[in-house]
């Protein structure tokens, strides 16, 4: 049965063509930088906002249009996988990604839970065997279900932390069955909603020896996926203790995690966080923490995660410079957890939001590309810092200088003189290769 039977395979046409249901920027094949498109963007479709949502939202009820919905909720998890797999190929993405209870639903027990996974996971490894999608990574709801109301490896209750590792251990068996590339922790209740009743160091040791029990278990079995965690700020939890890039560094390192774990990041939980995406990624890629990316963008103007398809050319093109600069994304990808607008409901809209993405990522590329190999970047931080190439600035970089060493220079050099950044000049100058 085809679900989308309206719908051929996306091509790329070019940026002339009048056709909405083509690639006007996005050439899988196309070289850049010494990489085909395909190679750098490592496109992935997320199951949960493509076939599981339906546009509901805190204030109406959904308004989704699909055509697999009816039936028992078996029957409904079955026809999304069909469905997820024709639309995979039909956009020709190379990965997809899921949480656990996004591809089955949760039964009476833990029992009859896990063998509603292992029936879909079934249907997944067989079409994965007659075409090249793969999976990029898959991770473990314990936000949805009400057990998980005070967290779940934070939890105050010692049942719920042992039930969410249960439910780990059987992502991590799924993760190695579907040669998943990555396996993601995120978070959603792993927080605090009042600090008066919160014993905060013992939420985080106990977060922390979950994610070494995690680290045992995969070495038990076998699989050899990256472990990501990715940062979120706020919403649903008031303080959530993987807040940012630079927090959830700081807890790998004092917990000895770093070694094992690299970040997944996404643009909305930046927005949401009061950063820009490019400094989220900055601040893991020199830290050598990137390690995969959530392709989306927020409204500024909503204080929520909106989770909107990237369209911003501004920001992608910024993220996709510091992708470059990290010798790009290795085993993570560019990961679209994104869902179309409520006023978008039909299937064909599930389509047209990918393209326009895909379509905007393959711009950023491009143009992220020809910033590093012409140096814009480059040569701005090298002016900047040019006193630190030379004299007593070298001295500070190469550890030879002191307080002695620096009161005496600073009381012979009678004459500090500071240069002008110019930043509307090279804000404009960024317009110019990006429009």
Not at 71 to 98: H, I, N, T, W
Not at 142 to 147: A, C, I, K, S
Not at 317 to 338: K, P, Q, R, W
Not at 400 to 425: C, G, P, V
Request: proline share 3%.
């Amino acid at each position: 049965m085809s679900y989308f039977q309206n719908i051929n395979k996306i091509k790329f046409e070019g940026k002339e063509s009048k056709n909405p249901f083509a690639f006007k920027h996005y050439n899988p094949q196309e070289i850049v930088s010494g990489k085909t498109m395909k190679e750098h963007l490592r496109f992935a479709v997320a199951y949960w906002h493509t076939f599981t949502a339906n546009g509901s939202d805190p204030f109406g009820a959904g308004t989704m249009i699909r055509p697999w919905d009816g039936g028992s909720a078996m029957d409904v998890a079955k026809k999304r996988a069909e469905a997820a797999f024709e639309l995979f190929e039909k956009l020709d993405v190379p990965y997809f990604c899921f949480h656990d209870r996004d591809i089955a639903p949760e039964g009476d027990t833990l029992q009859e839970t896990n063998s509603n996974l292992d029936q879909i996971v079934a249907m997944f490894k067989d079409y994965m065997k007659t075409n090249n999608i793969k999976l990029l990574w898959n991770t473990a709801n314990m936000f949805t279900n009400p057990r998980f109301v005070h967290g779940a490896a934070t939890s105050s209750n010692a049942d719920v932390y042992a039930y969410a590792a249960a439910q780990v251990k059987k992502g991590l068996e799924t993760a190695k069955e579907l040669r998943s590339e990555n396996y993601v922790f995120w978070g959603g209740r792993e927080g605090y909603e009042s600090l008066y009743n919160t014993d905060l160091k013992l939420e985080m040791d106990n977060l922390a020896k979950f994610y070494h029990m995690a680290i045992d278990y995969a070495k038990e079995i076998g699989y050899t996926g990256q472990f990501l965690i990715e940062p979120k700020p706020k919403e649903p939890t008031k303080h959530q203790y993987d807040y940012d890039a630079a927090t959830t560094i700081a807890f790998l390192q004092k917990y000895d995690l770093h070694h094992d774990f690299k970040l997944n990041l996404e643009a909305n939980h930046a927005t949401l966080a009061g950063h820009t995406f490019e400094h989220e990624l900055r601040v893991a890629r020199v830290n050598g923490m990137l390690g995969s990316i959530d392709a989306n963008q927020g409204d500024l103007l909503l204080g929520w995660d909106t989770d909107e398809f990237p369209t911003d050319l501004y920001a992608v093109t910024l993220s996709m410079y510091e992708i470059l600069e990290n010798g790009g994304l290795h085993t993570g990808g560019v990961n679209f957890d994104a869902k179309v607008r409520r006023s978008s409901f039909e299937a064909e809209d599930l389509f047209l939001a990918h393209i326009a993405g895909m379509d905007t990522f393959a711009r950023g590329l491009k143009i992220a590309a020809r910033l590093k190999e012409e140096r814009f970047f480059d040569n701005l931080i090298d002016k900047r810092y040019a006193s630190f190439k030379e004299g007593i600035g070298l001295d500070i970089v190469n550890g030879k200088a002191d307080f002695k060493a620096l009161e005496t220079y600073t009381m012979q050099n009678k004459n500090i003189k500071n240069a002008s950044d110019r930043i509307e000049h090279v804000k404009a100058a960024l317009n110019e290769y990006i429009f």
